[in-house]
């Protein structure tokens, strides 16, 4: 079982619409990694959580530290925001420095 | 704001070949973070170095081996390549202690290496 689990793994939405993306957990972690890869590969770093919640522009992501559980919601979105969004965790026991990645979702936002 | 750079972006290599990809940290960044991420999976980390020292390992295969410089910069050197170590290798940075995973890591835009 994977230790970070992402839902959806695909999802297509129309301009405008409001969106919400899921990670779900299973190890005890010091931090939460939101990330943005387009196409052609560079990676983003959205946000980082440990606590609470965060807010850029149209971007809000919440962390439940008890419910071992984050979100990442996209208001009003845009066909720019089409991206693999990532979500990366790092260990707190036996895990090493680097993060722990989720397998992505894939957004595509339609005109 | 600068970012992380790498360098080269795209590298085209023969089997059993060797490459060297390198990585320039965030100014006043001290800890380097080496990724590698296979077509279609998510980044794996290989290994991490906090002020010129290792700070963790990863996945990394022995034939690969990596260092921190005193200007903070990290080359990654891979040897005896293989047709499977075709992927994109991200590096990121962050500033911090030692465990910095708690520290927000900024990710380069990556070499992508093509082992032919």
């Known amino acids: 079982k994977n230790e970070v689990e992402q839902s959806p793994q695909n999802l297509t939405a129309q301009e405008g619409e409001f969106i919400t993306i899921n990670c779900s957990y299973s190890?005890?972690?010091?931090?939460l990694h939101w990330l943005q890869q387009h196409p052609g590969g560079g990676i983003v770093s959205l946000f980082m959580?440990?606590?609470g919640k965060k807010k850029h522009g149209r971007l809000i992501a919440t962390i439940n530290i008890q419910e071992k559980h984050s979100s990442l919601h996209i208001t009003a979105s845009h066909p720019r925001d089409s991206a693999v969004y990532i979500c990366?965790?790092?260990?707190?026991?036996?895990?090493?420095?680097?993060?722990?990645f989720g397998k992505g979702t894939h957004l595509i936002i339609q005109p | 704001a600068a970012g992380v750079i790498q360098s080269p972006r795209h590298l085209i290599k023969e089997k059993r070949e060797t490459a060297t990809l390198k990585c320039y940290p965030i100014?006043?960044?001290?800890?380097v973070y080496w990724y590698q991420q296979g077509p279609g999976q998510d980044p794996q980390f290989l290994i991490s170095?906090?002020?010129?020292?290792?700070?963790d390992k990863g996945s990394i295969p022995d034939r690969f081996s990596a260092q921190q410089f005193s200007d903070y910069h990290s080359e990654l050197n891979m040897s005896s390549l293989e047709l499977g170590d075709s992927a994109l290798y991200f590096c990121?940075?962050?500033?911090?202690?030692?465990?910095?995973?708690?520290?927000?890591?900024?990710f380069g835009p990556g070499t992508r290496l093509t082992v032919l």
């Open positions: 990121a940075s962050s500033e911090g202690t030692s465990g910095g995973f708690y520290n927000e890591q900024f």
């Open positions: 190890v005890g972690i010091s931090a």
């Open positions: 959580l440990s606590s």
């Open positions: 990366a965790v790092g260990l707190l026991e036996g895990g090493a420095d680097g993060l722990t």
């Open positions: 100014p006043r960044h001290d800890t």
């Open positions: 170095f906090y002020e010129k020292m290792q700070s």
